[in-house]
DNA sequence: AGCCTTTGACCAGCG
DNA sequence: TCGCTGGTCAAAGGC
């Protein structure tokens, strides 16, 4: 399970920077977050602290929102370019993920990507409503796609030289246009060829995040387990969506000072981002934010890694493009109808919060689900309204107990399938 | 009563 | 085969 499974078909990634070789850089953790690196990095070529420079985006109401894609690394830096057929075919989301790096600007500190327009402003963090935060990360998404669609023939020859500086009017998330200028002496380019995650990547996708807990992504998830990193004194935790057809995971990497360091995802969400109750316009608005953070961070892939797609694109295009993408780069070995209508026609409680997205989300009826191979969960978990054992048993579903409970003197279990 | 976290054990892949 | 490691399970307890 934690080995490394055969790669099969390429794969488009979002991947945080590699981590450098541990004694090259830390010499103290073996595997630092890519916080610290970037930190690091940015401590090279800055006067100021990254973490100073960070600390107004931490702590503004924006920063979840642009924390997304801001902190994205584009990683194109895989075997396969994208064919022109597949950029052709609708596949937006695979020319859009190999596209080259999203990374600082030649000539931009960082605290002129801070201060920049595609980032918010940490000296004025009510500057710029939520929405036009999200508006602005989805034109930036979709100024990547378009960038993806006129540049793939230079991904696939990528031009000797890059441009040295960015130009007046490019976003300052600009895409690198070759993210082989970086030498191979720079640290990000000895990182993805040293760092672990490079070959873990295959099955997770990684992303600095910058959140104080590890399910203020806008998702439910439910801790599952947690493991000391090897080397470090720092845990890394796993959460699954506590959704209840959601297959999709995450890793939760912590520094040494507790916070968040890397938000890891694996699968993706086929519902809509779980309703949270409205207290105010603010609230409101600070929902939708944090909705889109989740469908621009979450990495859609297979279980067994084979094909992905960035959901980013998902806050950009509408949910008709959405479903397209999900079923183009499904890669998964099959797929199921699902009817909500019959799934709480079974007297289920099924959470049906997917139905009520918002008022200006489209409503499904009904959606083709992929469904992912996966080793516990093949099929969607539907709850059963029973204190019969053998009814769980007998349905015809193979059932997994996670739980038990005395009820009222009585003990019925909880069963997840 | 439902959902979550904790945590030691277990499993599987890999060298 | 064995040890290491990452990922997951599942009982117990907490909120």
Not at 35 to 59: I, K, N, Q, R
Not at 349 to 369: C, L, S, T, Y
Request: aromatic share 6%.
């Amino acid at each position: 399970m934690a080995g490394k499974k055969p790669f099969l078909p390429p794969r488009p990634t979002i991947s945080v920077p590699p981590r450098p070789p541990a004694a090259a850089m830390f010499g103290q953790c073996a595997s630092p977050g890519p916080l610290t690196l970037v930190s690091s990095f940015f401590a090279e070529s800055d006067g100021g602290s990254f973490s100073e420079l960070l600390a107004g985006a931490m702590y503004s109401p924006l920063a979840v929102g642009a924390s997304g894609p801001s902190s994205f690394l584009w990683d194109y830096s895989h075997e396969h370019p994208p064919r022109e057929g597949e950029l052709r075919d609708g596949q937006a989301s695979l020319a859009v993920a190999k596209s080259p790096l999203f990374t600082v600007p030649p000539g931009l500190s960082p605290s002129g990507l801070l201060l920049s327009p595609g980032f918010f402003s940490p000296k004025s963090p009510f500057g710029m409503s939520h929405q036009q935060a999200l508006a602005q990360v989805t034109a930036q998404a979709q100024a990547a796609l378009a960038w993806s669609h006129e540049h793939s023939q230079l991904e696939i020859n990528p031009p000797s030289e890059a441009p040295k500086e960015p130009l007046p009017d490019e976003p300052s998330l600009m895409v690198n246009e070759d993210s082989h200028q970086l030498s191979p002496s720079d640290a990000t380019t000895s990182m993805a060829e040293s760092c672990d995650l490079t070959s873990s990547s295959h099955k997770w996708e990684a992303l600095p995040m910058v959140l104080e807990k590890p399910t203020e992504d806008g998702y439910n998830w439910r801790k599952y387990g947690q493991k000391q990193v090897k080397g470090c004194g720092y845990p890394r935790s796993y959460y699954k969506c506590s959704h209840l057809n959601c297959l999709v995971k995450k890793k939760v990497e912590h520094s040494l000072d507790g916070r968040i360091t890397e938000i890891t995802y694996r699968g993706e969400h086929q519902h809509e981002m779980p309703q949270v109750k409205k207290t105010s316009k603010d609230g409101n608005n600070l929902n939708r934010s944090t909705n889109s953070l989740a469908k621009s961070q979450v990495v859609l892939q297979g279980q067994n890694g084979r094909q992905s797609a960035p959901a980013m694109l998902r806050s950009g295009h509408d949910e008709e493009s959405s479903q397209a993408i999900a079923l183009n780069t499904s890669g998964l070995s099959n797929h199921v109808e699902l009817d909500d209508a019959k799934l709480k026609g079974d007297g289920s409680d099924v959470d049906n919060d997917d139905v009520d997205a918002g008022d200006d989300e489209p409503i499904h009826k009904q959606r083709i689900v992929p469904i992912p191979s996966s080793k516990y969960v093949t099929e969607p978990r539907i709850i059963l309204q029973t204190r019969s054992e053998v009814d769980l048993l007998d349905d015809g579903f193979k059932w997994r107990k996670y739980g038990q409970k005395v009820v009222k003197g009585s003990t019925y279990p909880r069963w997840l399938r």
